[in-house]
């Protein structure tokens, strides 16, 4: 990309970023569903926050032409939605539950915290291992090399990806 692009590829990053961290506060949210036997309301609320996704991305390239920029809205828009969504359908499913922070027991949290950091180290840990190499090859060999080096890293990815997928159907909840 060259340097007029760079705000707008950093902006649909730092988007995409805040929309991923907002979905991920969503998982907390999936024990609901679950002890209530209703995992198809979530099921069907992130299929929804996907198609979503994909309607303002083409919306937003049909009425402002194409923009990096408008990518990360979209996204941010989707998961808005998406936490919406699901607090609409939680308060639904059980009006009595209240989420307040003076709730929370801060030790559990923090036994449940260190826990956490370790898998969140393992799968930072992951993604380090395959995107420094595109990184190191990109700086030491250039971006043509790095370009196509970058396919090979990709299916390592999805290889990766495929097989946690596949690990995380068969561990017991």
Known sequence: IGDAEAAYVQMMFFLVLLSSLLVSFTTCLNSVFMAY???YIMYSVRIFHCLIQVVLIVAFFIFSGPSLTLIGVSFLIAAILLILLLFFYIKRIDPDLKISNSLYDKKLVREMTNLGIWA?????????F????VIIVNIFL??????E??????VVMMISTTCAAITAVGVPL
């Open 130 to 133: 395959i995107q420094t190499s």
């Open 142 to 147: 250039g971006p043509d090399v790095q370009a």
């Open 37 to 39: 036997n209703c995992l």
């Open 120 to 128: 969140m180290m393992s799968r930072l840990g992951n993604i380090m």
């Open 149 to 154: 080096f970058s396919i090979a890293a990709n």
